[in-house]
């Protein structure tokens, strides 16, 4: 008995003395692509406010782009009519001006986690006046303070058309080249963004390239157009992508990748999407990897990585940002949506920040 003790202790400390750890010798996933485009990530309360040890040293090493995911979104900086709720979105500011991160004001106008106040607001004035006091508000109280803002995010359907919402339905079409128009007043010296996923997809893409060149024309100011690339390392779309990044470079934008994660677990409707409102009922069929990633699901990870960096490095003078969406797996929305309660394994580093094979993967290419 006492042998089998000793040796089982044997075991788990040379375990945890020679597995992979987050320490000093991790390579730099910022410094290795510093002459190729800025490395991002989302950023929670609980990372920006350092209280995760791991993270603390972690961030500041691995990235020099920020965006929040949660914390500048109109339903927390604005919860009531007159108002506002800056706190952490300042400590964001502080935060990025200690390690050098650009930040990335995430978002104007969102259809989505708007304040309980909006919610069935009828009378088209208010909407007009929401629309205005909030991006005059937010953005101006930012400027020079934030390298960029999402100024609209996500407002088109997957065939390209306007998305109905209540921006669309009180404001007209021509919702989206307004608050551009009202962003570049009050943030001058901020880059301006239109933000989406799937708009790498060929008919979605054409509703954005319709919608830029709206902007465009009116005389407003778009630096850029995110694509937020929540794919399935199964599924990548490739082509689609390399030729969106040369068709919205034709437009004399840059491109961005906001929100890259590979989800590896089955979706109950088979497609690529982020839309926060659809939702599926859990069955442990559909989390099979509760107990950890299969190798072979590890590979494909890993290569769809590999291939996606590999097309990032090919254009890299149109694509200035690629950002994750969270530090680590444990962290990712991916968790959660559209099912609740799975084990989901999509970013560069574990539950443990350990670095996975992807992010070898992604330092290799640059060695
Ligand atoms: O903060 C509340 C907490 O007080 C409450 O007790 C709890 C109960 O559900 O909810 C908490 O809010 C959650 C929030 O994340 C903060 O954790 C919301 O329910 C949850 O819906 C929200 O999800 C976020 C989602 O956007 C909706 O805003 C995800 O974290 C975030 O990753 C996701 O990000 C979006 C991008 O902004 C836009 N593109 C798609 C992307 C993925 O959906």
């Known amino acids: 008995m006492r042998t089998y003790k000793i040796t089982s202790l044997l075991v788990i400390t040379s375990l945890a003395l020679f597995s992979r750890s987050y320490g000093q010798k991790t390579a730099s996933l910022k410094d290795s692509y510093k002459n190729d485009f800025l490395i991002g990530t989302a950023l929670n309360a609980t990372q920006i406010e350092e209280k995760d040890p791991t993270a603390k040293v972690l961030i500041p090493k691995q990235f020099n782009a920020a965006t929040p995911e949660n914390i500048m979104k109109a339903e927390v900086i604005h919860p009531g009519w007159d108002k506002y709720n800056f706190d952490l979105a300042d400590k964001l500011v502080a935060y990025g001006k200690k390690y050098n991160i650009r930040i990335n004001g995430h978002t104007l106008i969102w259809h989505s986690q708007l304040p309980a106040f909006m919610h069935g607001m009828q009378d088209a004035d208010s909407v007009k006046q929401y629309f205005t006091n909030h991006i005059k ?54 880059q301006l963004y239109y933000n989406d996923y799937n708009n790498e997809q060929p008919a979605k893409r054409a509703g954005c390239i319709a919608l830029i060149k709206k902007i465009q024309a009116a005389g407003v100011r778009i630096d850029g157009v995110g694509i937020q690339g929540h794919w399935r390392a199964s599924n990548i779309p490739l082509k689609d992508i390399e030729e969106s990044i040369v068709e919205y470079s034709k437009l004399g934008i840059k491109v961005m990748f906001t929100e890259l994660d590979l989800g590896v677990l089955p979706n109950p409707w088979d497609g690529d999407a982020a839309d926060v409102n659809m939702k599926a009922t859990y069955t442990a069929k559909m989390n099979p990897y509760a107990n950890g990633l299969p190798d072979s699901m590890q590979v494909k990870l890993t290569k769809g990585y590999e291939d996606l960096f590999k097309l990032f490095l090919k254009y890299k003078g149109t694509v200035s940002r690629v950002t994750f969406w969270g ?21 560069l580093f574990d539950r443990n920040y350990q670095p996975k094979p992807a992010f070898d993967a992604v330092i290799a290419l640059k060695k």
């Open 137 to 190: 508000t937010v953005a101006a109280r930012y400027n020079g303070k934030v390298f960029s803002w999402d100024v609209v995010n996500e407002a088109l359907n997957e065939d390209g058309t306007l998305r109905k919402s209540i921006f669309a339905d009180k404001l007209g079409p021509d919702f989206v080249t307004e608050a551009f128009r009202l962003a570049q007043a009050a943030s001058p010296d901020a």
């Open 327 to 347: 530090v680590n797996d444990g962290q990712s929305w991916l968790n959660g949506w559209p099912i609740k309660g799975r084990t989901n394994y999509p970013l």
